[in-house]
């Protein structure tokens, strides 16, 4: 097992090489001269030249790449130009909220897609199938910012829950914290629920007409059982659609921090968006490539530690 | 075998079987079998009827496609709902087409096993074999407590002929050989001592060396424990070894039954002395095998109730096959064969005949 | 024991497939309503100068934030007083665009890929799938905002930081059923019969990829809607006065709390637009027969 894992963080290295390549080629790709765009046209040439040269700019392109890289693991990914404070330090404090929105909605999402997936599968042709199988396709097409302005809606309308924030003023509690959770949570999770409703009812449908479930029954095995060898067989990939909705979730929750004016990452980004401040986009972005592909070392682990046949 | 003192009877055994009966375990009569599909209805099988015997051997023969396997499916009723069943099939006094399902699963595994054509596909390939054994055993009651399961599990091992049954227990089936796996699913369908043995092609997806050994354990199984076999085959040459009586089938019908020797020997219908024919022996070219023309009408194609459904296939057919079905009628003592133009032993060359022809 | 076989004949009859065309006569439901309200949307962009009663770009501060429903104004009228209808209306051209064009530039783009590292040798092939498997390490739609964010904000910006995202995972689709093929008997054939394999990619692997890739391009123009929309939602699509739904459901959020109906009409048009593709998609994977999986 030790072994499977140490060769799975190998593979993720030139992975994460990848990644911080295209992250550092973005700022190339801005048009004309990029200290004039991200400065704007009033820059004193002091503040050009300190930007020039913390940037790299007057060498050669792979000595600014290994410069960049050599500082970002070192933990310095440079200055919000529009904040004027360490960009790592922004970013790290406004990724933990990100994560606590992207885990809450990923438990709603694989619990209600496992229930959801396992009713069609069990049941194609019913009525709850039929609905649930409708559910799901709309669920996936529902872009999360949509659901998010309704929950909103609803939270305006209704008052029965925070409209944004993480936390009332002045109130610190963990039941507060759950109230402001909830409805983004929601609004993360429902495309993710459905996109899990679907594969994992394909996956589970697919392991039930297999030999083996067969043959089960005819050693008697009762139906909980057959049902529970399934789940278990459908575990593996149940595993890749979660490691699949991480990426989404990472992505998505942006536009309903926007919305719910949650102090994560994405409303970080999109502050960063209109001053097009380039370096807290590409840390933002950076971050969040390198938790998923770190995700995805796990998804790969948990997967070699449900299928004996891919630990060898 | 190890652990046999242990080993208690389930309780719906109790009800259907002494232990003592001998005789017809299991009795089919006018077996249906009707698939419903968008289509229309698909009747697989058109009733058929037979018995099996305690420490007796029956081989159902034919093509794939003629409703072999689905006969054998359906006496433990696996289709559930997707198949509607006609006739009758009796376990000792009960009736098995009626029974609730909640009984009909303890049936299942207990007191009549089945082991499936295809042993790689058989197993849970994600769980070691020794919990698979132990499942089935605790399932039937035959020993709740696991560890002591585990024991009785190595044993029923070492009586399929796995020696190093320590080891395999604690394997993944994708560890074994096709053959290791096979010989576990044997384990797991006696491991509660049935009554009846169900085997769909058991060795049809074995290597041939292995599928001699197989077999021989199938027939010192059947012995040592004296169950009643069913064996489900397209091949002349397994009937031959394990067979006392063969019922050799055709489009969802039986067309001959009898003692293995006598069939095979001096066969009553033209489809069986077809089967014969088509089958290559040692010393004889394979140019001189005769394949049976045309292939088994299909799933979905209409065969009429009041015509001989080979007809259209027999070098025998004459005008009125295809207006009249032909009862099994008694061709030779004990033997029973569905044709009327033959009315016999099929005249026949032999292979060598032909071949020198 | 001889493995003795009276297998005379294939196991069941081989059931001719239907043609596609008598599919279609049997109406997948899929096709015909996603087919349907995508054709509605074409339209109605492609007669928005016939079809909108007012101007999108002007409006009169009178009336703004008149709420749906008002007669005149049937959807209401925005911030600065602009006809919402008619701004939807015109919306709907750089919406559907921003939506297909990023899908049919990654489709070529993603699919050439796909057959180059199917069809090449084992370096070329993992040359290509690890560097996609870079790009696909990232969260998708945060790539394409650190693009646009790059490029700055447009239409066509918004275009190429799409197609851009959406590449690695058509030419990941296209890579797998090029390879289910190439375990297929009469792709040996062509190869010993000396075909060259541009002929081959060409002749048998086109055509036989297609139907797959299209049902898969089909939904991804769905996702691709909603995130052109949320481009522009975040400020990085289509340049203010013209409208786009992303657009617009930015600026009616400034009014949720006193207008909330207003907000949800471009909601929902990104959301009909978008499931449109998505049910079109499925109806299009039944109609061709596509296994489950290869377009999840």
């Known amino acids: 097992m030790t072994s499977f894992l140490t060769r799975r963080l190998l593979l993720a290295v030139p992975i994460l090489l990848g990644v911080s390549v295209v992250v550092f080629i973005t700022i190339k ?112 097409s529902v872009p999360q910012y949509t659901v998010a302005l309704l929950l909103l809606l609803f939270a305006v309308e209704t008052g029965a829950l925070p409209t944004g924030g993480m936390h009332d003023t002045g109130v610190t509690g963990f039941g507060d914290l759950l109230q402001h959770l909830l409805l983004p949570a929601i609004a993360a999770a429902v495309t993710p629920m459905g996109i899990v409703a679907r594969m994992f009812a394909v996956s589970l449908a697919d392991v039930l007409g297999q030999e083996f479930v067969a043959s089960m029954r005819a050693r008697g095995l009762t139906r909980a059982a057959i049902v529970r060898h399934a789940m278990h067989n459908a575990l593996p990939s149940l595993l890749t659609i979660t490691g699949l909705q991480v990426g989404y979730l990472l992505g998505g929750v942006l536009f309903v921090e926007v919305i719910f004016s949650w102090p994560g990452l994405g409303q970080l980004v999109f502050q960063a968006i209109s001053s097009r401040d380039m370096p807290l986009i590409q840390a933002g972005v950076l971050l969040s490539a390198v938790v998923l592909v770190l995700v995805n070392v796990v998804v790969d682990t948990a997967h070699a530690l449900v299928d004996p046949r891919v630990r060898n | 075998m190890p652990g046999r003192d242990t080993i208690r009877r389930t309780r719906a055994e109790d009800i259907t079987l002494r232990a003592d009966d001998t005789r017809q375990v299991l009795t089919v009569e006018g077996l249906e079998v009707t698939f ?49 069943l006609g006739g009758s099939v ?132 059947q012995r040592d424990l004296n169950m009643a076999l069913l064996l489900v085959t397209h091949d002349v040459g397994v009937t031959r070894f394990v067979g006392d009586e063969v019922a050799v089938m055709y489009a969802g019908r039986l067309v001959e039954t009898g003692p293995v020797g006598q069939v095979l020997d001096r066969p009553g219908h033209p489809y069986t002395a077809g089967l014969l024919d088509a089958m290559p022996l040692p010393g004889i070219p394979r140019g001189a095998l005769r394949a049976i023309p045309g292939r088994p009408p299909g799933s979905d194609e209409h065969v009429a109730d009041d015509a001989c459904a080979l007809a259209p296939r027999c070098a025998f057919a004459n005008a009125e096959c295809s207006h009249h079905r032909p009862p099994l009628i008694e061709v030779a003592p004990g033997q029973l064969a569905a044709c009327d133009v033959v009315g016999g032993v099929v005249p026949r060359s032999t292979p060598l005949e032909a071949a020198h022809a | 024991m001889s493995a003795t076989t009276v297998d005379l004949a294939h196991a069941g009859a081989a059931t001719r497939r239907p043609s596609y065309l008598t599919r279609l006569r049997a109406r997948p439901p899929g096709v015909l309503v996603g087919g349907g309200i995508v054709l509605l949307l074409v339209l109605i962009a492609l007669l928005a100068p016939v079809l909108a009663p007012y101007s999108a770009t002007d409006g009169a501060i009178s009336q703004r934030l008149w709420n749906v429903g008002t007669i005149g104004h049937s959807l209401g009228t925005d911030g600065q007083g602009r006809d919402i209808l008619s701004r939807l209306i015109w919306g709907a051209r750089p919406t559907l665009v921003a939506g297909v064009v990023p899908v049919a530039i990654a489709g070529i783009l993603g699919t050439l890929l796909g057959i180059v590292a199917g069809l090449g040798r084992t370096g070329v092939r993992s040359g290509i799938m690890r560097t996609l498997d870079v790009l696909y390490a990232f969260p998708a739609i945060l790539l394409a905002i650190a693009i646009g964010a790059a490029l700055g904000p447009g239409v066509n910006n918004a275009i190429i930081s799409l197609s851009i995202v959406l590449i690695a995972p058509i030419a990941r689709v296209a890579e797998s059923e090029v390879l289910r093929l190439r375990a297929a008997d009469f792709m040996e054939a062509a190869r010993a019969s000396g075909a060259s394999w541009p002929t081959i990619a060409l002749r048998q692997v086109v055509p036989n990829i297609a139907p797959a890739l299209l049902v898969y391009c089909t939904s991804l123009v769905g996702l691709a809607i909603v995130y052109a929309a949320g481009l522009s939602f975040l400020g990085l699509g289509v340049v203010p006065p013209h409208p786009d739904w992303g657009g617009m459901l930015n600026d009616l959020r400034a009014n949720l709390y006193d207008r909330p109906l207003l907000a949800l009409v471009p909601a929902f048009a990104i959301f009909i637009a978008s499931i449109a593709f998505n049910v079109l998609g499925d109806g299009l994977k039944q109609l061709f027969d596509v296994h489950e999986g290869s377009a999840a």
């Open chain 2, 90 to 221: 009796r376990l000792g006094e009960t009736e098995l087409t009626t029974l609730d399902d909640t009984t009909m699963s303890q049936l299942r595994g207990a007191t009549i096993g089945m082991v499936p054509q295809d042993p790689s596909g058989s197993l849970d390939p994600l769980r070691a074999v020794g919990a698979q054994i132990v499942e089935v055993l605790r399932r039937h009651d035959v020993e709740p407590d696991g560890p002591k399961a585990r024991v009785i599990a190595a044993g029923l091992l070492e009586r399929v002929g796995i020696h190093d049954s320590q080891r395999v227990l604690r394997s993944f089936p994708f560890e074994l050989s096709g053959g290791m796996r096979q010989r576990i699913a044997i384990a797991i369908a006696i491991a509660c001592r049935p009554r009846v043995l169900i085997a769909d092609e058991p060795t049809t997806a074995l290597d041939v060396t292995v599928q001699a050994q197989v077999l021989k354990l199938f027939t010192e199984l």
């Open chain 1, 29 to 140: 790709l801005i048009p004309g001269d990029p200290v004039a765009s991200l400065l704007g046209p009033n820059a004193t040439p002091a503040a050009r030249a300190d930007l020039v040269s913390r940037l790299g700019l007057n060498r050669a392109v792979p000595v600014q790449y290994a410069h960049w890289l050599w500082s970002s693991v070192q933990g310095d990914l440079g200055t919000s130009i529009s904040l004027q404070q360490p960009v790592a330090s922004l970013v790290l404090k406004a990724f933990g909220n990100t994560l606590l929105l992207v885990a809450a909605a990923l438990i709603l999402a694989v619990a209600g897609g496992v229930v959801l997936g396992t009713v069609v599968a069990l049941k194609p042709r019913s009525l709850v199938g039929r609905i649930v199988g409708g559910f799901s396709i709309g669920s996936i």
């Open chain 2, 36 to 84: 419903k599909r968008r289509q229309g209805e698909i009747k697989a099988v058109r009733g058929v009827d037979f018995s099996l015997t305690a420490g007796r051997t029956l081989v159902l023969l034919g093509e794939s496609g003629c409703g072999k396997s689905v006969t054998a499916r359906a006496i433990l009723r696996l289709y559930g709902r997707s198949a509607r």
